[in-house]
């Protein structure tokens, strides 16, 4: 069964602090993706990253990195240096093919909250 | 601009009423999708088109329907079969079924059943 598990349901930090989202996922898959989506109070989620199951090199983008590991089953997301924009949910998903190959569905997780106080 | 529209941005329905949620993209994709998200549930997906005139159930389609006439436009009906309607409607839509591209999402319908 595929499934994504984020068990932060809600983060507070203080402006300038660095912060971990964490995902852990399951999936009998050998070729699959991972998303991070950013959903602020405007309700529209904004894609942020993909990865697929073959590339385990962190990636870096501004004050954002991903963690990726599949030792584990673990893609986080680490926002550094927050900031008050960055208050949003944080949803992590995967993707995975049906049998077929006719099928791109995502499994999402119940997203992390970040609050990020000034 | 390319994009994703939904409309309304709200929407109030009495209870036994049928309610039509629209989306539209003019981004040329080929896949369209409808999620709903109730809070701390995440986004479930209800259904999802690859291409014009096909459509498949997601893992909530009970009380649910579509259609997919056109390329650009995948509305959602909420039928008075639908238990429990009131949630946050998401659609969304990607690139080439079958390759793992992301999907991009509309602003959402909030619909309340009074």
């Known amino acids: 069964a595929q499934k994504v598990t984020q068990a932060q349901t809600e983060i507070s930090v203080v402006e300038k602090e660095d912060v971990t989202l964490d995902c852990v996922y399951e999936?009998?898959?050998?070729?699959?993706?991972l998303f991070w989506y950013k959903q602020p109070p405007s309700g529209e989620l904004v894609f942020l990253i993909r990865?697929?199951?073959?590339?385990?090199q962190n990636e870096i983008s501004g004050r954002y990195s991903w963690n990726f590991q599949k030792s584990t089953s673990s893609f986080n997301f680490t926002i550094t240096a927050s900031q008050v924009v960055d208050s949003a949910v944080y949803f992590c998903?995967?993707?995975?093919?049906?049998?077929?190959?006719?099928?791109?569905?995502?499994?999402f997780g119940t997203g992390t909250l970040l609050a990020v106080q000034p | 601009d390319g994009g994703i529209t939904q409309s309304p941005k709200y929407l109030f329905r009495k209870e036994g009423q049928n309610v039509t949620l629209s989306c539209e993209q003019n981004?040329?994709?080929?896949?369209m999708y409808w999620y709903r998200q109730d809070p701390g549930q995440g986004l479930r997906l209800i259904y999802y088109?690859?291409?014009?005139?096909?459509?498949q159930k997601g893992d909530i389609a009970e009380g649910y329907s579509v259609s997919r006439e056109k390329k650009e436009s995948f509305p959602l009906t909420v039928t008075s079969a639908q238990k429990n309607p009131t949630a946050f409607y998401l659609c969304?839509?990607?690139?080439?079924?079958?390759?793992?591209?992301?999907?991009?999402f509309g602003p959402g319908t909030r619909l309340t059943v009074l």
């Open positions: 969304a839509s990607s690139f080439d079924r079958g390759n793992y591209n992301e999907q991009f």
């Open positions: 999936t009998r898959d050998t070729t699959y993706y």
């Open positions: 990865r697929n199951s073959f590339d385990e």
């Open positions: 998903a995967l993707s995975y093919m049906n049998y077929g190959g006719a099928t791109n569905k995502l499994i």
């Open positions: 981004l040329n994709h080929d896949a």
């Open positions: 088109s690859q291409i014009v005139n096909d459509f």
